[in-house]
């Protein structure tokens, strides 16, 4: 979208169009497992419109989502099992969070 002879009012809708893009996208991503992309997306979001009031409800579901993916649950469960010393436990839990990344 050419933002060049655009009032500025004109210009924030396009970027918050372009920013509902991303976080709709980013949701897509996760709901795939595609984290890497959706964390991609939701960083874009966010630099775009860091303090916007009508994408922060996105913003929340994206990190909702993500956060009830099995790749975060398995390597949240690794993470702790390491630190507690059991490391077999861990190599388990990030394995699975390997698996569920596909």
Known sequence: VKLEGKDPEEKEKEALKKVRCLLRRGIAHTRLGMLDQALK?????????PDREVIK??????????????????KAEGDRLFKAGDV???VAAFSAAIAADG
């Open 41 to 49: 997306d939701l960083d874009a979001a966010s630099k775009l419109a």
């Open 57 to 74: 409800d996105d913003l929340a579901g994206l990190r909702e989502l993500m956060a009830q993916h099995p790749y975060t649950q398995h």
């Open 88 to 90: 077999s436990g861990a």
